[in-house]
């Protein structure tokens, strides 16, 4: 292993370790929470905390390998890569494994924090909930499912680890399934996400026939080397992989699924879909990157057009929101709309960094959300306000992750979004530019008016509120902290370690690495977070009281569309949904009932007609007659016999000697 | 022909008659005494062919002792006396002669098939031998028909007691 | 001596006896023609005693224990046929059939 100093303003590593005994054994990670899953589901209700101990001891041991790994990548670097066999179909083998470098590194650093910290949530939260004990056992199959796809090494346990986190989203989101919205809830994020998949599936296909190969590595290879094939099914295939990665990070229009996923338990929200689940679809794009910069590049316009649309969209949906969970998921995919521009726009470290800082500060936000909710029983904030009074703890750590979303050094928000921003100016995208900085004006806007709904003000709801257990406000805490310092891992011009960590890879990453920040960019986003952070100060908190704030900037025909989403749960529901249902789903049912079940019970009319006849021709009137027969017969043979025995001995004297005669001439004239 | 075969076939054809007497006559006693004639030209025939010994064997034990037997036993049982008509069961009349006429014919044949020629007899038959023979080389058997002499008078004795004599059933 | 139609007649009397078993219904007659037949066993074994010239006069000393035991057969046959008159008053073996199915 060749130790390298760390160098502050250094590119990608050059030379880097294989990560010797921790590399080895990261498979532990990936294989960890199965196990673990499998004990909690035999053994978890007969323990003292139902389970949730086991959850925790494993979250917390994946946690502390994941740092291990970390530090032991940021001293000496890791790339290395393990693959298991077993099998092929036809030329291509199917293999499974686990990767360790950057990114993937990353990706684990980033599940195990905000994972352990949930999970310490989730045992306050959740107590005394219905099925506490399988929620720990799908909570931890998800982390496990979630490290089975950012540690694939190919497109197959990419595929696989998708599906898994697909159904671990559709047992937590429906964890209250005895309400019909929710399980109707899990069932659109599991249809739409399968949507999507379908263009995952395909262009996995694509890639893996043209490439003769399914290891991500080889095909990174093929494609940064010129090779022909792959080259004609460039752009079909990146785009389709896009596809794939807008179902799970909720882009515009296939975002529709993750308002209503937050009809599940907070902490679910807080971990799926703030920080890891939505975060594959990034994490795919961002792994296939060289992929991407090296010959589908048409592609990335796509990507970044739906990015940009999704940002704007969804932040200004986020504004009429009543709901505190739905502005915060709303926020969410608005964020990650920010992040699939910034991979369209090239910057693979810009948007993996907003990955990086987002999942802290919005795990913070969604648990903080859910220590609220918590107290007050409700989600609307219209029956929430002045709750500063009575959780402090829990409205400090809120404020911390509100500025850092909006963007305001130092925390974290800023750095990552003005990276993004300063990528998006290089590229000399400048529509793209401006819709992103009227989103960070939005972002602040309504994260400072949901704020004000909440905790300003005075409180209109009903019940007591209290400040919440120390097991819900001390991750809360120790996330504060993250959101506070995760933005100084790559400050351009001082430190960069974060460029280093994710650009160390097997496969060069091509993209322009900012010497200092770029000012432009900076001012601007700096501007768009302060205005609306004001703004919305003024409109909700001094010019009205929070509940009426809403009337002075409701221009009615917007705010309509606004609220319903642009119709687009309408328009998919007459156009998509219905006419399946109604045609295609009716079609098929009478078939299934006239045609198959008609012929299915026609084959048991005719078998037991059959035996029918069978009884009573062939049983009842053939054999029975013949045995009877058989019987009587011998039974008359047998009477007729008996009348030889007449008692009289010169009879039997005669019979004897009758036999005696033809014995006799037998034995004389034929033997 | 000789004397003698002419002799011969009459001694024959009378004991063809008279066994035919014994068996289709209707009348008990008659068929009896015909049994005592057909016996003792059954002698006669053993003297013709001069087995003296076993000619006098004959009359002695079986005209003198078995017939008188079965006389007695015709008496005891009541038989009906004079002619009866009943006395042959018509049934088996057929069927017995079927039977009867068909063993007479296998036997013929094979006894015909078997002996021919003629015999010469010279010699009458030493009764001394015959004595010393029994009872040399034929003792074993001469003692065993003795024992069987034996059973049967016991058994013949047990057999005809009248019942008082024997056991009540209620004293065992 | 003239030996075929002492068999042929020898024959003859066997199947008279057989005859007079067969057909006579009282019982003493049935033994009476038993008696015939054993007669015409004898009178057989003294012609191939003659026929054969003996020295050891076989044929003879046979037909002597035929004698004999055809006397102890009568004996105990009359005793039997008594027995069942005692029981049935008739001696009728046409009677007696109770071994009859």
């Known amino acids: 292993m060749v130790i390298d100093k760390v160098n502050l303003l250094a590119e990608s590593k050059i030379t880097y370790g294989d990560g010797g005994v921790l590399a080895e054994y990261a498979w532990i990670l990936v294989v960890l929470p199965f196990i673990s899953a499998l004990l909690i589901t035999f053994t978890g209700k007969k323990l003292p905390y139902k389970g949730a101990e086991i959850a925790l001891a494993t979250i917390g041991s994946i946690f502390v390998y994941s740092t291990a790994l970390l530090y032991q990548h940021i001293t000496e670097g890791i790339v290395n890569e393990f693959f298991v066999g077993v099998g092929s179909i036809g030329s291509f083998d199917i293999e499974f494994g686990w990767v360790v470098d950057g990114l993937s590194i990353m990706m684990y650093f980033v599940v195990g924090t905000v994972a352990l910290l949930v999970f310490i949530y989730a045992t306050n939260y959740m107590k005394g909930e219905i099925r506490y004990t399988f929620f720990f056992t799908s909570l931890t199959l998800f982390a496990g499912s979630m490290l089975v796809l950012v540690s694939s090494p190919t497109l197959i346990q990419i595929l696989i680890g998708w599906e898994l986190v697909g159904v671990c989203s559709y047992l937590l989101i429906g964890h209250y399934w005895e309400i019909k919205e929710n399980s109707s809830a899990a069932m659109k994020a599991f249809i739409t996400n399968k949507i999507a998949d379908i263009g995952l599936m395909i262009g996995i296909i694509i890639l893996a026939l043209n490439t003769g190969t399914l290891r991500i590595s080889e095909i990174l290879y093929q494609s940064t080397h010129d090779y022909e094939a792959i080259k004609n099914v460039a752009f079909l295939a990146g785009v389709l992989l896009f596809i794939g990665a807008m179902g799970k990070s909720a882009q515009f229009p296939l975002h529709v699924w993750l ?391 010169q009879q039997y004297i005669m019979l004897f000697l009758a036999g005696v005669v033809t014995i006799s001439l037998l034995i004389l004239f034929i033997i | 022909m000789e004397l003698y075969e002419i002799v011969t076939y009459f001694v024959l054809l009378l004991l063809l008659s008279t066994a035919l007497r014994v068996v289709t006559t209707t009348n008990v006693i008659h068929a009896a005494v015909s049994l005592v004639f057909t016996l003792a030209l059954t002698a006669v025939l053993f003297l013709l062919l001069s087995a003296e010994f076993v000619a006098l064997v004959l009359i002695l034990v079986y005209i003198g002792a078995v017939i008188v037997l079965f006389l007695f036993g015709i008496m005891i049982t009541r038989a009906p006396l004079g002619k009866n008509a009943e006395l042959d069961n018509d049934k088996n009349k057929k069927a017995g002669a079927v039977i009867a006429f068909s063993i007479f014919l296998l036997f013929s044949y094979i006894l015909i098939n078997g002996f021919s020629g003629e015999i010469a007899i010279d010699q009458a038959t030493s009764t001394q031998l015959l004595g010393e023979i029994l009872l040399t080389r034929f003792v074993f058997p001469f003692e065993i028909v003795s024992f069987v002499l034996l059973a049967a008078l016991i058994g013949g004795i047990t057999l005809a007691r009248k019942d008082e004599a024997l056991i009540d059933e209620d004293q065992i | 001596m003239i030996v075929q139609p002492v068999l042929i007649i020898a024959a003859a009397l066997f199947s008279l006896g057989i005859y007079g078993i067969l057909v006579r219904r009282n019982a003493v007659m049935v033994l009476l023609s038993i008696e015939l037949i054993l007669n015409s066993v004898n009178i057989n074994f003294v012609l191939f005693d003659a026929m054969l010239a003996d020295t050891m006069m076989n044929g003879q000393i046979f037909s002597i224990f035929i004698i004999t035991i055809a006397a102890a057969e009568v004996g105990i046959g009359l005793a039997i046929v008594l027995m069942l008159f005692r029981n049935r008053q008739t001696a009728n073996i046409d009677e007696f059939d109770l071994m009859k199915w």
């Open chain 1, 259 to 649: 308002p209503d996923a937050m009809a599940g338990p907070t902490p679910v929200s807080a971990l799926m879909h703030a920080a890891t689940m939505v975060t594959a679809g990034v994490y795919l794009l961002a792994r296939m990157f060289p992929f991407y910069e090296g010959i589908a590049h048409e592609a990335l316009e796509i990507v970044m057009l739906f990015g940009v649309i999704t940002l704007i969209a969804a932040g200004l949906i986020a504004i009429v929101q009543d709901d505190l969970k739905k502005v915060l998921a709303y926020s969410t995919v608005s964020q990650l709309g920010y992040m699939i521009a910034a991979i369209g726009s090239g910057a693979y470290t810009a948007a993996l960094f907003h990955l990086w800082t987002h999942a802290f500060f919005k795990a913070l936000l969604f648990l903080g959300a859910g220590s609220v909710i918590h107290a007050v029983h409700t989600n609307s904030m219209l029956e929430m306000g002045g709750l500063r009074k009575f959780m402090p703890r829990t409205f400090t750590t809120f404020i911390i992750g509100t500025v850092a979303l909006a963007g305001l050094p130092p925390f974290a928000g800023f750095f990552s979004k003005d990276e993004i921003l300063a990528s998006l100016n290089h590229e000399g995208e400048t529509t793209f530019l401006i819709i992103s900085i009227i989103g960070a004006f939005v972002t602040a806007f309504y994260m400072t008016r949901a704020v004000a709904l909440t905790f300003l003000g005075e409180y209109r709801g009903h019940g007591h509120p209290h400040e919440s257990d120390k097991m819900m406000t001390v991750p809360l805490m120790f996330l504060s902290v993250f959101a506070i310092g995760a933005g100084w891992v790559n400050i351009p011009g001082i430190y960069t370690g974060f460029t280093t960590w994710v650009t160390t890879r097997a496969n060069a990453i091509i993209e322009h690495h900012p010497e200092s920040f770029d000012y432009a960019a900076l001012f601007s986003g700096l501007a768009a977070g302060l205005i609306g952070i004001s703004l919305g100060y003024f409109i909700y908190q001094i010019q009205a009281s929070a509940e009426n704030g809403d009337k002075a900037i409701k221009v009615e025909p917007i705010w309509t569309v606004l609220e319903n989403k642009y119709y687009l749960d309408n328009f998919y529901f007459k156009y998509l949904i219905n006419p399946t249902k109604s045609t295609i789903s009716n079609a098929i049912d009478r078939f299934n009932t006239n045609v198959i079940d008609r012929i299915i019970n026609s084959f048991g009319i005719v078998a037991s007609f059959l035996g029918q006849v069978v009884y009573n021709n062939f049983d009842q009137k053939g054999i029975d007659k013949l045995l009877n027969a058989l019987s009587t017969g011998t039974d008359n043979l047998g009477g007729k016999v008996k009348l030889l025995q007449t008692g009289k001995t």
